[in-house]
Structure formats: C-alpha cells, structure tokens
C-alpha cells in the first residue's frame, strides 16, 4: 500500500480534535517516553505543550547532540531557474506573475559556483528550479548536477517531481538528495493553493515521495509550508508520513523543514496561519523528540536572532549567504527571487556565531 492509499484512513478533521484535546498529563507522559509514538508527537505540539518548552528544549539539544554532536551542516542553495508553470498563490515564482524569467546556462552556472566557492568553503550544494518540465526538465537538471558535481561532495535538488526512472537516472549522474515540499496535506484545500498546472495535482505529488524510495534515493526532505493550513494538523501528517517512509524504505535518510511564508514577487494571498517564534520552536522540538536521527534543517527565511537561538537547540543544517534568485550570486543584479531573505549575514558571520555558541560547522556530509 502506497501513501497515497494510505493517507485517505485518516480523517484531518478527526486529528485535529485529537491534538486540541490533549492534556498536561499527555505531554508529561510524552516527555517521559523514549520511543515516541505518533500519540506522543500530538501531545508535543498541542496547546497543552506550550507549558513545556523548556524540558522540551532540553530533551532535544540532548537529543541531537547524542546523534550529531556539536556540529552544524552548511549548505548553499543555487537557483538555476524561476520559470515555472505553476500557479501557487503564494509563490513569486508563479506563473502569472510580471517576473524576468531566467533559465541559466552552463557559463552562467559555472560563475555562480565560482562566486559561491568565493564566500565559503560550500561542499553541500541543493540545486533549485520552477516547475518547467519542458525548458528546464531532467536532462537540463542531469546536465547541472554533471556541471557542479566536480565542486560538491554532496548534490541535493529541489525542482519538479520526477519519475522513478527519471530520479534514478540523476541519481547516476550524482544526485545525493531530493527535497520535496507537499505545502500541504489538506486534500479538499490544496486545490485552492494550487488552480493550474502540474502542482494542482495532490495525489502525483504526494506520491513522489514513493518514487524517491523505489529509486534508492539516499536521502529524501518532507516538508510543508506554514501560513496554508493548521500547522498542527499538517505536521501530524507529515510525521506519519515520515514514519510510513522509514519503515517502508529504511535504508534511506530523511530530513524535515518548515518554512514559514515569506514576502515575494506579486504577493497577494496572506497567510491562513501565522505562527510565532515559540511555535516553531516547540515544533523542532517535538521533531527531535520523535525522531533523535533526523536530520532538521532552518533556512534563510528566519531571521538571526532565531536561527542563532536554534543552533544549539535541534537544529542539524543551516544554509548560509543565500541567494533565492537564478543568478543571483554573480550573473544579474536584478531581483528574481522567490522569496526575500530574512538572514542576510556572510557565510563567515554565520560560522562565527555557530563557534561562538560552541559548536563546530561541517561543510560536507
């Protein structure tokens, strides 16, 4: 049985009444447990935790310093497109948006590596594009991992769902990781954020995730995008994603992100839901609490003075010096960017804070 099989034995309105009905007693009872179930994992990030965060920050620097040490993972993001025939409504890479669309070439790319390798000692790069299947589709995105692979030990990408076949062929070209983000896994609404073109399709998407496994890909990232839905409801269901994947497909890697909306090119849809600093704390908690091996990673869309604070508190990958525009480490001067970034520091200003707090940064996996 495939997730998308899977997924119709839950009910969204039933989980959420599960969630908001849970106690102080259920989250001490979570705290308390070692092998955190998805009951736990409720308990965790319901209101009734919010009491808690404290026992739960501890938990999970202990957590994730059991499992990765001291140590921060840096990446860099390199946008090789923005066109896209999407129409999310959140989105500044949507299709009807008045935007300059760049596809890079190959010396285009090869001078954003150059400018990227100018400010940091980058080993772990994730190639991003819109969703144009037929400009900038698999062999132009084999092409770019062939381009950089000479410069990076470690090549993630976060473009389009592909095929099976089409995952394993960039895996012989030397894809690592693919990052995937379903937005949300509220069915009867995802069409609302999704009107036209390939997104608009839940059950493809949702599925992509089986495809990753079948094709041995070695690391897979969920994620889902705050500002949709219920943040609660929708990162239950991510975590029983998460769970059916891991033991479906147990020698793969997993890792969870959970941007926050951000201003972009166009804007007009305001977010459902705006969840605060503490909320997004308790959440990377409760992630490390259910799961100590998980890799979490925090973007440039949160601002220093919570990305600091999160260096020592569950976080295991950070990006640096981010750039959300093709071309937007050296190429072109205008801005083309998905969204605006809201740590804005040097990869070196990054590092000197991760050190300050005691800890070391990795440039490779």
Partial sequence: MDFIELIEQYSWDNIRKAIYAKTSRDVELALGN??????????????AAQDYLEPMARLSRQYTQQRFGKTVQFYVPLYLTNSCINHC???????????????LTDEQIM???????????????????????????????????????????SISIEVQPLKEEEYRQL????????????ETYHKERYKLYHPKGMKSKFDWRLDTFDRMGKAGIHKMGL??????????VDTTFMAIHLRYLQKRYWQTKYSVSFPRMRPHEGQHFQPNVVMKDRELAQLIFAFRIFDHDLEIALSTREDKQFRDHMTTLGITSLSAGSKTDPGGYAVFKDKLEQFVVNDDRSPAAVQAAVKQQGYEVIWKD
Wanted: net charge negative.
């Fill in 111 to 153: 001078r954003e590596i150059q400018a990227i390798k100018e400010v940091g000692d980058f080993r772990h790069i994730l190639l991003v594009t819109g969703e144009n299947p037929r400009d900038a589709g698999v062999d132009y995105i084999e092409n770019a991992i062939r381009l950089v692979k000479a410069s990076f030990s």
């Fill in 34 to 47: 070692n092998r955190s179930g998805m009951d736990d994992f409720m308990s965790l990030i319901s209101p």
């Fill in 223 to 232: 994620g889902v995008l705050i500002g949709l839905e219920d943040w609660r």
């Fill in 89 to 103: 409504i959140y989105c500044g890479f949507n299709h009807t948006n008045e935007l300059k669309r760049i596809i």
């Fill in 171 to 182: 895996t012989a070209a030397g894809l690592n990781s693919v990052y995937c983000y379903q």
